[in-house]
């Protein structure tokens, strides 16, 4: 299916009758395969070159008709190729549990799924759940920013964590000695999942709305977010840094890596970009 009509017809699905839709690269698998990494102010839609997609109906709804419906609506024959298959009821939460299991992120680091014990009891164990916020320890770049604090943070320092998603980077400061820890995002449901988290790691570690006060200045500022805006955060994150403190920045593309550095060469000294699975961490000291 061609990208440009793509989205019209995920959207006649849904006015069909679906009660999800999902759009895949058709091409997945082979040499073929698109990646796409949208950012925000892109406004890139969710298409590939080839696409595919998914819709999920109730086992009563007269498919055929939904999908020819759908079809003429966005503008596509009623030839249009598709395939209809029965899916079995299924244990759903234990399929998606077994998806989850124990990750070791770092030396010291676990990230262990509520429903697992872990497998190094003596390790820093970090109990958390796949959600609605970003970060469950699994992504290579939080995966990189939690290598970085194993092995470089000192207890009795100050963190801030910008864009904490589920909160798991400030989890991990706090499990590793830090002494104030701070988190913000944009997103209210990031907040309540990194308090949630938070409390059930059992560490102190306060988090607000990027609209509230602004916090206090750091030893250590994290930002996993996306390349854009990392560029535009530079003055505030630079701000937030104590002299001589410490900036980590992931969520970066090898191609990226450069213009993200330059962002922040006026305020940092910045180091020699580590990379994991195709994704690059930044990180530098505040120059006084």
């Known amino acids: 299916m061609d990208a440009a009509k793509v989205q019209a017809l995920s959207d006649a699905l849904l006015e069909a009758g679906a009660f999800s839709v999902d759009i895949a690269d058709a091409q997945a698998g082979t040499d073929r395969e698109t990646p796409i990494f949208g950012e925000p102010g892109q406004g890139l839609e969710p298409a590939f070159g080839r696409n595919r997609i998914v819709a999920l109906f109730e086992p009563e709804t007269n498919l055929r008709d939904a999908i020819k419906r759908a079809s003429a609506a966005a503008g596509y024959s009623v030839s249009t190729e598709y395939k209809i298959t029965e899916i079995a009821e299924q244990d759903w939460v234990g399929l998606t549990q077994s998806q989850f299991m124990p990750i070791r992120a770092s030396v010291r680091l676990w990230i262990i799924p509520s429903w697992h014990s872990s497998p190094d009891p003596e390790a820093v164990n970090i109990i958390l759940d796949p959600g609605l916020a970003f970060g469950t320890g699994s992504h290579p770049t939080t995966r990189l920013c939690l290598d970085w604090l194993d092995r470089n943070m000192s207890p009795g320092c100050s963190v801030i964590d910008y864009g904490c998603g589920s909160g798991?980077?400030?989890?991990?400061?706090?499990?590793?000695?830090?002494?104030?820890?701070?988190?913000?995002?944009?997103?209210?449901?990031?907040?309540?999942?990194?308090?949630?988290?938070?409390?059930?790691?059992?560490?102190?570690?306060?988090?607000?709305?990027?609209?509230?006060?602004?916090?206090?200045?750091?030893?250590?500022?994290?930002?996993?977010?996306?390349?854009?805006?990392?560029?535009?955060?530079?003055?505030?994150l630079a701000r937030l840094t104590l002299p001589g403190g410490r900036l980590v920045l992931s969520g970066i593309l090898p191609p990226q890596a450069a213009d993200v550095a330059d962002a922040y060469r006026c305020w940092f000294d910045i180091e020699s970009p580590a990379l994991d699975e195709g994704w690059v961490r930044l990180s530098g000291t505040r120059l006084s």
Not at 172 to 178: F, I, S, V
Not at 195 to 203: D, S
Not at 222 to 233: D, E, F, T, V, Y
């Open 168 to 236: 798991i980077l400030a989890i991990a400061a706090a499990k590793l000695g830090a002494a104030r820890v701070r988190g913000v995002d944009i997103d209210a449901q990031a907040v309540l999942s990194s308090r949630y988290n938070a409390q059930r790691n059992g560490v102190i570690a306060d988090f607000s709305n990027v609209d509230e006060a602004s916090p206090e200045p750091a030893d250590v500022v994290l930002a996993n977010i996306l390349s854009n805006p990392l560029k535009i955060l530079a003055p505030l």
